[in-house]
């Protein structure tokens, strides 16, 4: 891997082997809003994990033959009203949402901003707002992976700590009580915060996940942390390729 | 032309850090009197002509949708201000 070229388009892990050309068969949509920041980053991250990216954007009224979709990180239309408020109701997030809720349950990501996205689409609960300390926050993060059975997150051992970067102003998860208990009881935090609580989410929580566990949203960049020489100092700095490698293996396995 | 006034203000449950901000900076303008802020958002809908009850409503849903979050806002008031 560290052989790729880092600047321009990274070719696929181990060009040309039959596994690989299976990898490489598995499509995963990239969305830009106006405003998106790591869509490029998120582009590079399916690409090194061997998957093909698609460029999709959000004027766009189809997904095409996309076999799961990643909604980055920015500021979509410079977190006007709420952050993600408006770009929830961009043309092509009425087709995510459909094919997140159908029989097919397309795998969904959205990181940061993206998480934003999903919550204010009513696809994952709760909503998020400033952090406790008002500032913005930019530093690696340590996570535990809390469920390693939703379409993001099965290359992960349960309990398993990864750090990646974290950078954001409106990052305190909030829901009511007996959310927050539901999404304890069936699983669905996926991700806490170790160590200290960055902006003050209720139960630490960092990432959470639908019922079905397609759907994943949480605050920290995984899409940041895939290359090494790149990524957080700590660990390995390659601790998020595993959410790509993960919804890639699911993708195959699927498609046996 | 008439508009539409629309305040939304988040939950009185939920925590408002721009507010608590704000009631930090006060006392160091002197201004000693207050114990608490809050920070809510008012939207202006400008209406072409009159606002009938089926355009109120539309400016009803609108904030219920859009300009507000149900999970951390309430629409406190929405009302019809002539110009």
């Known amino acids: 891997m560290t052989e790729l070229p880092l600047i321009g388009g990274a070719a696929p892990v181990a060009a040309d082997t039959p596994g690989a050309r299976k990898l490489a068969g598995a499509k995963i949509g990239v969305v830009t809003f106006p405003g998106t920041l790591d869509d490029r980053d998120a582009v590079r991250a399916v690409r090194l994990a061997g998957a093909t990216p698609v460029a999709l954007w959000h004027a766009d009224t189809t997904l095409g033959d996309v076999d799961a979709v990643i909604i980055p990180g920015g500021f979509s239309y410079g977190d006007y009203l709420r952050a993600g408020a408006i770009s929830?109701?961009?043309?092509l997030m009425a087709k995510v949402i459909d094919a997140a809720n159908s029989e097919a349950r397309l795998p969904v990501l959205g990181i940061c901003n993206g998480f934003q996205i999903l919550t204010e689409s009513h696809l994952l609960?709760?909503?998020m707002i400033k952090n406790d300390h008002l500032k913005f926050l930019c530093r690696d993060q340590v996570l535990r992976v809390e469920n390693n059975t939703t379409d993001w997150t099965r290359d992960y051992a349960p309990g398993q700590e990864i750090t990646v970067p974290l950078k954001n102003q409106d990052g305190q998860y909030i829901a009511d009580e007996k959310t927050l208990d539901a999404l304890e009881a069936e699983g669905r935090v996926v991700f806490r915060y170790v160590g200290w609580n960055p902006n003050g989410s209720r139960r630490d929580i960092a990432g959470i996940s639908n019922a079905a566990g397609n759907v994943v949203g949480l605050m920290p960049h995984p899409e940041h942390?895939?290359?090494?020489?790149?990524?957080?100092e700590t660990g390995t700095g390659t601790e998020g390729l595993g959410f790509f490698t993960s919804v890639l293996n699911k993708i195959v396995g699927d498609n046996k | 032309m008439p508009r539409i006034v629309v305040d939304v203000m988040p939950k009185p449950e939920i925590l408002d850090p721009q507010g608590k901000a704000i009631v930090g900076a006060l006392p160091r303008l002197g201004f000693t009197a207050f114990s608490s802020v809050r920070?809510?958002?008012?939207?202006e809908l400008t209406v072409d002509g009159e606002v009938t009850e089926e355009i109120l409503a539309q400016a009803r849903n609108a904030a219920e949708t859009l300009l507000s979050n149900p999970v951390i806002e309430d629409v406190v008031n929405v009302e019809v201000v002539e110009a």
């Not at chain 1, 942390?225 to 957080?232: H, M, Q």
């Open chain 1, 125 to 127: 609960p709760g909503s």
């Open chain 2, 39 to 43: 920070q809510g958002k008012r939207f």
């Open chain 1, 88 to 91: 929830r109701f961009a043309p």
């Open chain 1, 225 to 232: 942390a895939v290359e090494t020489g790149f990524g957080p």
